[in-house]
């Protein structure tokens, strides 16, 4: 089971960098770590993954350091439309028959405050 | 493509009445799932299916059933509603029915149930 733990809730100023970490000490060798962005009343968006060091998109940063076992998503300048809560994923359950199953948890709430 | 689209957006049942969720997608998808979410507990997964003609139990399966007769839709029933199924309801699809962890999730627009 690809278990991830991160905070629950963090509190930002406008135009500050925001770091969210997020433990998944048990990943799979194969697997990607993935996070997703939720807005208020929309279902979740996929904004970033990466497997090894740093990966940058027009959205995000990811960092991930050579065990593997944190990775840390990083937003430059956040801003009022950043407040959104945030998941990481480590990857899929797999369970008997061939099946497997994903499981977001509780994310972290990111609020920006002007 | 419309994505993933879910119906209706909004339903208000009585205590005892049986609904059904609809989800689609037009992706051809092979894996579909269903999440729940109350404030303050994430999304919890309730039923998912790797294809057509497979369907599985999640965290949180009592009071739902499935099914996964084509590769586009995978509705969700509720048989006998409770208070304690009000909550936002998420269907969400990706390519792979292999468990691939490079696969994006796509979700629809939710559906909020409210069951008195």
């Known amino acids: 089971l690809a278990k991830t733990t991160q905070p629950i809730s963090m509190d930002s100023y406008e135009g500050q960098e925001v770091n969210i970490t997020c433990s998944h000490n048990?990943?799979?060798?194969?697997?990607?770590i993935t996070w997703y962005q939720q807005f208020p009343s929309q279902g979740p968006r996929f904004i970033i993954q990466?497997?090894?060091t740093k990966v940058t998109n027009e959205v995000a940063s990811l960092f991930i350091p050579a065990d593997r076992k944190s990775s840390t998503l990083s937003l430059p300048r956040v801003s009022l439309s950043d407040t959104a809560v945030y998941y990481c994923l480590g990857g899929p359950s797999y369970s008997g028959a061939g099946s497997y199953q994903l499981t977001f948890g509780k994310g972290t709430k990111l609020s920006v405050i002007p | 493509n419309a994505g993933v689209t879910q119906t209706p957006k909004f339903q208000v049942l009585k205590t005892g009445q049986s609904m059904t969720l609809q989800c689609a997608q037009d992706?051809?998808?092979?894996?579909m799932s269903w999440y729940r979410q109350d404030p303050g507990m994430g999304l919890r997964l309730i039923h998912y299916s790797v294809g057509a003609g497979i369907t599985d139990q999640g965290e949180v399966p009592n009071g739902y059933n499935v099914s996964r007769s084509t590769t586009e839709d995978f509705p969700l029933r509720l048989l006998s509603a409770a208070p304690s199924q009000t909550s936002v309801y998420f269907c969400?699809?990706?390519?792979?029915?292999?468990?691939?962890?490079?696969?994006?999730?796509?979700f629809g627009p939710g559906t909020r149930l409210t069951v008195l």
């Open positions: 992706m051809n998808h092979e894996y």
């Open positions: 969400a699809s990706s390519y792979s029915g292999s468990g691939l962890s490079t696969d994006t999730q796509y």
């Open positions: 990466g497997y090894k």
């Open positions: 048990n990943i799979a060798t194969n697997d990607y």
